[in-house]
């Protein structure tokens, strides 16, 4: 990450013998990105689609959208439907849609801080404002740390989503929902993680020696990669826990 | 078209380049990684040939008991996983290093310790597969490996975990191979070089890349599921918890229909290089290459479901899945008419490497026509799981890319080494080749459509499949004699053989306008391209500089006397390599129900690997 | 250095030599209105009649749709990037989402109705 780019000014036309311009002028980075990221759209297809087709097809409970009742394993919309059913064999509707729609606002927002660091880092020549509010706002550091905050916060979410289903009894083993499930949205977890690490590394180097314009592109690659992560969690929101 | 002339200089680019073993794995120049590949492919390419060896002599009678019905299907399991994974695809990724910055006037690829992060991992993961069967633990799956078949449940043993760990690591080296060509081809054309002036085997393997990106993802994913099944208890393949058998089918053939244009389009690529230099003719409809190419890998992710008529998919989907596949016949059909054209009325010079580029448009064309047979599913329900079947795809695998390969390496061998492979013995190579390959695979038409199936160790006498089999396996050995005289030419010829001019076979190229072989820095200014075809329609002081600059005392210049700034040799990709692929194979100790080993290698290698990354992304490229 | 000359000259101007930079305010427009599409997302949810219409599914797809849009489009500035990242992006997309369709055909997720009888 910290390494030079291939276009940094050093390298442009100051030796006879320095790297030519790229074909299209376009960075070596930012291009092998975009690929990586056509190819994780593959990636997530292939699990989303799993995760659809499975839909459905679980034998036993506990079940995304619907209550379970163990002992008579039947399914109902809603526990008065359920019927008669002792609480140790009741489970509920396992998605828990307010903390998913919190979690996935809390993604949304790390997206626009994601962009207000670059922004901010494209802007680091100019004259700082005087106040100190100002400032704050127009700081990198401020939105690379609101970034990784809001990852790690929707990270959290994950945490805790995860440990509750396990304790209303849905493992990765229990059926097929909970092996796509968790596959699925463990995958798209381990990105986000990856993504705060990468967020960490750029606030390393912020400390250390400040990003100046010429790291935009540096800042601009984490970002695209940042954002993806958002939009498979955009499709994710909706056809796993708002479709029933 | 004036041809340059060829001066054969005797200049020897070898005196500037280290060596020893250190350099070799130390190496980051795309040449040397082209090279590494070549040669583990090959050695591969005999392994996995003694295993059709032995299949095949298994075969050469009614129950014969040469090996047990186990080892069989280790035998064919490693065969098909060898020749696909370790042999066809490392061979193009030879071609792909080796030429590809040649070819659009690069001094490198765009990310050359990436490149040689990708061989790493390639020959760990080749060895995690190969290795096994040398205990008797080898996969035993079929290449396919068809999960519910692949779980446990069924397969008890270590067996498929190697096969399913080495292919996730093997599609690691892919992928990485794949962004690293494609920023390559976009972003490091020479001045001049548009993309409809790129050679054609560089476009073919453009869009190859993109099909590597597109369709290893979902392998990978059908991989992830079934080593979670395996060693983590989910559910995704198992039936009793309401699984569908027909997951993974069609997960790994939308993986596995775009593989096979991963194997061949190279070589075809390779071909439409050498016909219009022995032709001494300019490509036939180069553009109509060009998009047929493009045509053909887009339309490979449509027709996956070909490989599954017979699982029941009912009448739409199996039309639509036809109606998709006969479609490719044309743009494949354009491509062999076009080869055709090129040769005609050419002043053809039958050389090895054109009679392999022959050889490819016959029987290419032999097997694509028993492939459009299959695309019809009435027809495919009769021939499926039978040799019919293992002929089809041996003569575009064989006859294609195989054939196309060789083509390849009689082509470029001097380019890659500064000496020329042996004709004669070229030629006994090729036509025992081209003779053992008939004699091999077009009986095995007839044993299918006798009723022959595949992967059985064994059959009883009297059912009219004994002569065909007896003819199959005579095939196979005439096929090790020409091998064994390959083999021999090439190190020969490596080590003794004539030296090579810059361009020997005057070919219109612009790799050929380089040393051979070729400096490190591969060009000492960068060329301005105003043609297709740079050494004949344009003059030899345009691509590259004379000898008085770029030699000096009867050597070439290195690089730092041209002042051409070179990445540092590094160690550190074959160190996250080896770092990436212990981590993967720790999952084998919970296997072995020793989970605390299983965290310690895992977790230590994973931390090593973050080391040496960070290590790696904070030392300076050059 | 004229580099700096320049940086200094465009300090307050909307560095138009850039291929890419929505302002700051667009930023922000573009969070409330993928914060407001999310709010109505989740109402609908709620809205048991909406849930049990034909409507719901394709609503959701849609509002989805163009939130995946916008955060691509404007975040990731693939609306003022370069025409290859464009197509870097919307070539595998669009093969991934037809991969996607057909698996839905082919397990009897989705169906055509042809009128051909029993399919």
Redesign the interface.
Known sequence: ????A?TD?HHAGD??????P???G?N?????V?????????????????Y????G????GPYPHEWWCRATNTIAKSAAELGQCAPAETFKPILN?PVT?AS??VL??S??A???AL?AV?NA???MPSGAWDRILRSSKTWLWMTAILGTTFLGFQAYEFTSFVHEGLT??T??F???FF?LTGFHGAHVTVGVLWLLALLGIDYKRGLK?ADALNVDIA??YW??V??VW??I???IY??? | MATMAAPVSGVHAESSSPSGIWSWLTTVDHKRIGILYLVSAMFFFVWGGLEALVIRLQLAGPNMGLVSADMYNQLFTMHGTTMVFLVVMPLSSAFFNFLIPLQIGARDVAFPRLNAFSYWVFLFGGLVITLPILFGLAPNGGWFGYAPLTTKAYATGYNIDYWVLGLQILGVASLAAAFNFITTIINMRAPGMHLMRMPIFTWMSFVVQFLVILAFPAITVALVFLMFDRFFGTNFYTIAAGADPLLWQHLFWIFGHPEVYILILPAFGLVSEVLPTFSKKPLFGYPVMVYSGMLIGFLGFGVWAHHMFSVGMGPVADSVFSLTTMLIAIPTGVKILNWISTMWGGNIRFTTSMLFGIALVGLFTIGGISGIMHSSAPADLQQTDSYFVVAHFHYVLFGGAVFGIMAGIYYYFPKMTGRMLDETLGKIHFWTFFIAMNLTFFPMHFAGLYGMPRRIYTYDAGQGWELFNKLSTAGVILQGVGMLVFLYNFIKSWRSGPVAGNNPWGAPTLEWALPSPVPDYNFAHIPTITSRYPLWDQKADELVKSEAETTVGGRLKTAKELGIPMPFPTIRPLIAALLMSTMLCSVLFIHAGNLPLAMTIGIGSFLGLAFTLVSWLTSPLE | MANEVAHAADAHGAHADDHFHPQWSTYWKVAVVLTAITVVEVWIYYIPSFVASKLFVPSLLIMSAVKFAIVVMFYMHLKYDHKLFRALFTGPLLIAIGTLFGLMFLFGKLAIRLGLGAG
């Open positions: 990450m910290a390494s030079v291939k000014p030796a006879p013998h320095a790297h030519p790229t074909s299209t376009l070596h980075r930012k291009i092998a975009w690929a990586f990221i056509g190819s994780e759209c593959m990636l997530f297809v292939s699990l989303i689609s799993t659809l087709i499975y839909k097809k679980s034998l036993a849609i729609s996935t606002f949304l927002m997206s626009l994601m962009v207000l922004a494209e020549d100019l004259p990765i083993r059926n097929l909970g092996s796509s596959t314009p970002a695209l954002h993806f958002d939009v955009i499709a929101f909706t056809l708002l479709i029933q």
